[in-house]
């Protein structure tokens, strides 16, 4: 009885994983890193939203913190996240004008107002960077307002797990850029007549690991924008900051 041949068996081809697949997977992988840094407090940072005109200045940042001398520059700083969707918050300065800050771009609906926080200010502000993306806060003066490098540090730590920026108005050890206002003017005033429609500033930056940066900006100009100003200058006031 003969036996019939057989065949070697060929084995079936690999199957290559789809581009999606790859992507997905490494998508988790990115999510799942993620997750662990912001455990560990070093979470890598994002940036948000910043106003073109700002650019030059400064690049806000998820995990970073920014110390001003303006209020009207903390309200810039704002706008950019704020028009963007981010929830935004402001401790500890009661004359916050909202009228102007909404002139700026700030989603008032999107804010939160903690105006008299009293000596607990600091617990208040991390409560809001658990919750909220950009914090705006101003220390009180006088020695409830002092903050220690360690303070400061396990604030910064917070900032990062928790990805917001916080933008302080005054000094604030460890900021990652400080902004100020080094020249004000105004326009609208005529000869004992008119009124002040728009203020022109220099704003000068310092950032961590970068070289200092200067901008002449419309903060606003008259129809309430902020823009780069032009090299030609309208009369102008000088007034006192």
């Known amino acids: 009885m003969s036996v019939p041949a057989v065949s070697p068996a060929v084995p ?6 789809s581009r999606r697949l790859g992507a997905e997977t490494d998508a988790t992988i990115r999510e799942l890193q993620e997750r ?3 455990m560990q407090g ?3 940072t994002h940036p948000l939203e910043t106003l073109p005109v700002l650019r030059p ?4 940042q998820t995990g970073c913190s920014y110390a001003v001398d303006s209020p ?5 700083l704002m706008a950019g996240p704020s028009g963007a969707g981010a929830w935004c918050g402001v401790v500890g300065v009661p004359e916050f004008g909202v009228e102007a800050a909404a002139s700026l771009g700030v989603q008032i609906d999107r804010t939160v107002l903690v105006p ?8 208040v ?3 809001m960077v658990d919750v909220l ?4 806060v101003r220390p009180p003066q006088g020695r409830d307002g002092r903050i220690g490098p360690h303070q400061a540090a396990r604030l910064d730590s917070r900032l990062r797990q928790r990805e917001a920026a916080l933008i302080v108005l005054g000094d604030w050890p460890r900021s990652d850029a400080r902004l100020r206002v080094l020249r004000t003017s105004w326009t609208g005033i005529g000869q004992g007549y008119g009124h002040l429609d728009a203020r022109r500033v220099t704003v000068a930056s310092r950032r961590v690991g970068a070289p200092g940066a200067e901008a002449d900006l419309w903060l606003p100009d008259a129809d309430g924008v902020v823009r780069v100003a032009a090299e030609t200058r309208a009369p102008v006031l000088r007034v006192a900051r």
């Open 12 to 17: 079936a081809p690999a199957r290559r994983p």
């Open 36 to 38: 662990v840094h912001r």
């Open 42 to 44: 070093t979470a890598v």
């Open 57 to 60: 200045l400064v690049q806000l």
């Open 72 to 76: 009207l520059l903390a309200m810039a």
């Open 116 to 123: 008299e926080p009293g000596e607990n200010w600091l617990t």
């Open 125 to 127: 502000a991390a409560a």
């Open 133 to 136: 993306t950009v914090v705006v």
